[in-house]
């Protein structure tokens, strides 16, 4: 949980940079990259734990 808050976090402060500072849209990109692949770890990681074991 903590590494999917991390990446939020830089993913989020990478699109502010990008956007706000010129000729620097390259950063915007890579946190638009990095939000995506973020949601996509925390989607496998929440179906992972979602699965239980069946009852012997």
């Known amino acids: 949980m903590v590494t999917f808050l991390l990446l939020l976090l830089v993913a989020v402060v990478l699109g502010i940079i990008g956007a706000a500072a ?3 849209g ?3 990109a890579i946190g638009v ?3 995506v692949a973020d949601m996509a770890f925390f989607g496998v990681m929440t179906s992972r734990r979602v699965r239980r074991r069946p009852v012997r």
């Open 22 to 24: 010129d000729g620097l």
């Open 26 to 28: 390259y950063l915007l």
């Open 33 to 35: 990259v990095l939000f």
